[in-house]
């Protein structure tokens, strides 16, 4: 979970099976949680991302990869998918209302100047699970000789939506699988819960404090200035749900300010997701 209360995950899948794909995924998964920890847009992200596989990899490797972010205070989630199997969006029953197919090359592949980084956006307010899974799980032959797809899955689910990875479990019965399989379950539910809490504060503590910054040049895209008043008040014990609502209006203020005050962008730019970008 991000300092604006935003919630970030990745399920990735390295080309090639044992100890090398495995090395590649190292240094990705570590390079993730850092930029999550900053609470960067899921387009710095990939971009980010993309960069360092280039810089790491060989020429013949890659690593297929969902990114998602799921914003709680806009209940809206982005996907960016590459080269992975869709992630299913199902309602509480189980039923797939939404589907987000691979529309991108994997990371690795393309410089960041071939590639584009807008996510899909989708309306979290029906959507109770997102089920994602590697390809090792569509490409299983079935016992009667038939490959599991898309509609086996989907059918699967419906058979027993509340509970989704028992569902799965069940299609293995007797299926010997040959390559390795990954699954992700997410109750949106469950993260949503977790944001609804009251924030309550100890009104009658005396302590206050007062703080000035002043960037100039290059210090205005290097420093955070939400993260370190953020840790500021942390100081004082103050609830985390309050943090993170501070580091989201703060962040906003101040992009605004940078954006539209000192750098006098146009904010019809936005508009569109590629200026968004």
């Given amino acids: ?8 995950f990745i399920m990735a ?28 847009p899921l387009a710095n992200i990939v971009f980010d991302l993309n960069g360092t596989l280039n810089k790491l990899l060989p020429p013949d490797r890659f690593v297929a990869a969902i990114l998602f972010r ?27 209302i939404a589907r987000a197919v691979s529309t991108h090359m994997a990371l690795g592949v393309l410089g960041n100047h071939q590639i584009s980084a ?10 109770a699970y997102l089920l994602m899974f590697s390809d090792g799980l569509t490409e299983t032959m079935l016992p009667e000789g038939q490959m599991l797809d898309s ?31 990954s699954v992700c379950l997410v109750d949106c539910g469950l993260l949503f819960s977790a944001q609804d809490q009251v924030i309550a504060i100890d009104r009658d503590q005396s302590c206050s404090f007062a703080t000035d910054f002043c960037f100039r040049g290059g210090a205005l895209r290097t420093l ?8 500021l008040l942390r100081g004082q014990n103050l609830p985390q749900a309050f943090l993170q609502r501070v580091f989201t209006v703060l962040t906003e203020l101040y992009v605004n300010a940078l954006e539209h005050g000192v750098l006098q962008l146009d904010s019809t730019l936005k508009d569109q997701p590629e200026g968004f970008c």
């Fill in 1 to 8: 979970q991000a300092m604006d209360g935003s919630w970030y």
């Fill in 13 to 40: 899948d390295a080309m090639g099976h044992g100890l090398a794909p495995a090395v590649s995924l190292m240094p990705l998964m570590q390079h993730f949680q850092l930029l999550v920890a900053k609470s960067l």
């Fill in 70 to 96: 799921l914003d709680p205070w806009r209940g809206i989630l982005e996907v960016w998918n590459a080269g992975m199997p869709a992630l299913q969006c199902l309602n509480q029953q189980g039923e797939i």
């Fill in 118 to 127: 807008v996510p899909q956006v989708f309306k979290v307010q029906d959507i």
């Fill in 151 to 181: 509609q086996h899955i989907a059918a699967q689910l419906q058979l027993n939506g509340s509970e989704p990875l028992s569902a799965l479990c069940q299609l293995f019965h007797g299926v010997n699988a040959e390559d390795d399989i």
């Fill in 224 to 231: 955070d200035l939400s993260q370190q008043v953020v840790e």
